[in-house]
């Protein structure tokens, strides 16, 4: 079983190639961004919660989430594997992912990086805001502000999984079709 974490800033292209790696290696995509507009919409327990929460401008706890990932991994138990895109995005979030793969005899394989520069980073999204009907995609300073919260929060989980031998980094510059066959030839070195 192949459980990879799809890594990177907002706008380094984690979503395209999900889909693209999604379909060569047979795996199942994890969006947190999907898992919580899914729970969400159908008023599940978990999704009510996270109603709640985000109702009062509050953060959804740690243990909702986790609960939506049980809940989508529990759905797939032929599953070849796992690419979880926008999760863990701190290192409790991390521990709490493995302690799951863990009680289904499994592990995290790799966490796959893509390395993108800020000012590469702030015209994809701003040329991704023109169509996606999105504010934050269309503000300058809300795309650099997404970029630092990434930096400062979110990064030190590339330095846990690192710890465990298991993070790399991708170069995500260049057409979609050269970043796919990197991360591809850095996943059949996984298998």
């Keep these: 079983m192949i ?6 800033p907002p706008g380094s ?3 395209t190639q999900a889909a693209k790696l999604v379909e060569q290696f047979k795996l199942v995509h994890i969006s947190t961004g999907d898992l919580f507009r899914y729970e969400m919409s159908n008023n599940t327990p978990l999704g009510l919660e996270a109603k709640a929460y985000m109702a ?4 959804v ?5 986790i609960g939506m990932l049980r809940n989508k991994v529990e759905t797939h138990p032929d599953a070849a594997g796992f690419i979880f ?3 863990p995005r701190t290192i409790p979030q991390a ?3 493995d302690a799951l793969l863990a009680e289904k005899g499994t592990e995290v394989t790799g966490l796959l990086a893509l390395h993108v520069d800020d ?3 702030v015209q994809r999204i701003k040329l991704r805001g023109a169509t996606s009907g999105r504010a934050d995609d269309n503000d300058e300073n809300i795309i650099r502000n997404r970029i630092n919260v990434y930096k400062n929060e979110t990064s030190p989980v590339f330095d846990y999984y690192a710890l465990q031998g298991k993070s790399q980094s991708i170069n995500g510059i260049g057409e979609i079709e050269e970043i796919f066959e990197r991360l591809s030839a850095a996943i059949t070195q996984l298998q």
């Excluded at 459980?3 to 990177?8: M, R, V």
């Excluded at 706890?61 to 989430?65: F, R």
């Design 3 to 8: 459980n990879l974490i799809l890594f990177g």
């Design 119 to 121: 000012e590469e980073i």
């Design 85 to 87: 895109d926008g999760f």
């Design 56 to 59: 009062k401008g509050a953060l």
């Design 95 to 97: 521990q709490a992912l």
């Design 61 to 65: 706890p740690d243990s909702v989430t």
């Design 13 to 15: 292209g984690k979503g």
